[in-house]
């Protein structure tokens, strides 16, 4: 059991947090997502959305695009490829310590 409880801290931190897992989670079901859907289908916060995704951007998972729409700015976010690793990965590790730690001793 210890193995497995110690196999968490090989998980992805940038990841692991909830509300960029959520983000994250959302933007692999779509090819791209605006900045309002994404804050109406995670209940963010503007601020609180916004320091998410550029700490996703920083780590390569994410890109963002900012552009207009007219004259009214928009802000587009697709998951990359090696976000689509990363989260493959986590959910990985997540799968495999339930198996872990859900069998009998």
Not at 43 to 60: C, D, F, M, P, Q
Not at 94 to 104: C, D, G, I, L, R
Request: glycine share 6%.
């Amino acid at each position: 059991m210890n193995d497995a409880l110690r196999s968490l801290t090989d998980l992805d931190r940038v990841i692991h947090e909830p509300a960029r897992l959520l983000i994250l989670t959302i933007l692999s079901g779509v090819v791209r997502a605006d900045f309002l859907f994404l804050q109406r289908e995670t209940g963010l916060t503007k601020g609180n959305l916004s320091a998410h995704l550029s700490r996703l951007e920083e780590s390569g998972y994410i890109k963002i695009e900012k552009t207009f729409k007219g004259k009214l700015p928009l802000t587009v976010c697709k998951l990359t490829i090696a976000g689509q690793k990363a989260l493959t990965k986590y959910r990985q590790q997540v799968q495999e310590f339930m198996k872990k730690t859900s069998q009998p001793n």
